[in-house]
């Protein structure tokens, strides 16, 4: 028989031993938990020691610092990236224990841009004192600044019709509109810029729906020829004012594509309508459609002033023009063709544009056949054959 209170003694050492045990198993499962939650962050975290040297990091720092594992553990952060920036951070953070947030662009290549958070830490053991949250926001400060070009843009492009707008109606005021010699011109100049606006803001509001993808196609099988015809026969005004010819090229057995009328209809006005006015006097324009493979493609050939190949890249871009001047004197908003890329590659199918300058561009649009369209998630169509 063993003495009461041995037993007792024992009994309190089993029932705080299981204390214990349930205690670790809280703890373990409680570190796992905070691994996990760490590992499958998307944010980078580093943990650095108070002279700044990497202790821990989690996966994600890897991809957003740019930088295998073993060339960030144990090195200090400030080598790794030497910005006068960061040391102020890091150093302001130790002495004054709050935390602070900052960007740190890298200038790569790639250029990068991260958005850094870092806090003081009670690290104990672990030696870590500040804690270091990264974040890839290249992407986010690319969209912004497009953005900001964009409504400046935009800004700029509505002020000039309406400054013009706003000096006729003055000088007309002034006494112009009691002076037969001028009053109608101004009218009439007024009238275009009107016009000018009114285009403007018709594309952009097109462009609006096609990028909030509020635009939705009505597809339908469609016979390219006669379509391409009516069109060539609305633009006899302009090649006749331009001294320009037109010729139309298409097979009668051209297979249909698969598209929306409408769309199709703006989207080759748009390439008829530079390939003139951007022609020259006694100039030419060539639309031809072949079929090649499970594509249908139209080329719009002229024989103008052709586009510099520094801008071929730029071209589709919204109000990208080779000469402003020229370009707007010509009635044109610089939205046309980003137009185009976006109507045609709704209809799954590509643009592409070929230069000479001087000599003249081809801009080519390949559209899926109707009957035999391409597999959902098609592949580039290769370059057209010449
Ligand atoms: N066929 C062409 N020949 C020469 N330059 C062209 C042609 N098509 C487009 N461009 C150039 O691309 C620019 C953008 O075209 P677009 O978006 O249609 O604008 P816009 O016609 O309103 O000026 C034009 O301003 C012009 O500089
Ligand atoms: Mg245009």
Redesign the pocket.
Known sequence: MFARPFLEEWRHAQVRADQLQARLQVLESQQYQAEVILASMVEGVCALDKEGYVVWLNPAAQRVLGLPAHQVFGKRFLDLFRQPDLDTLITRVLALGEPESRELRLFGPPERVLSLQVAPCEGGTTGAALVLVAQDVTETRRLEGLRREFVANVSHELKTPLTSIRGLVETLLGGALEDPAHNRRFVGLIEEDTVRLTRLIDDLLDLSRIESKALVLQPQAITLRPLLEQLVASFQPQLQAGQVSLSLVAPDDLPLVSGDVERLRQIFI?LL???I??NKVGGRVDVTARSEGPWVRVAVQ?T????PAP?LPR?FERF????KAR?RA?G???????IVKHLVELHQGTVSVE?CPDQ??T?TVSLPRAEQRPPAAPGRPPPPRR
């Not at 103008?304 to 586009?307: A, E, K, R, T």
């Not at 990208?320 to 000469?323: G, I, L, T």
């Open positions: 748009n309508d530079n390939a006015k951007f002229d103008g002033s052709g586009i801008d071209i990208y023009r080779v000469d370009a010509l044109g908003t610089g939205l046309g063709l980003a230069s003249g561009s801009f």
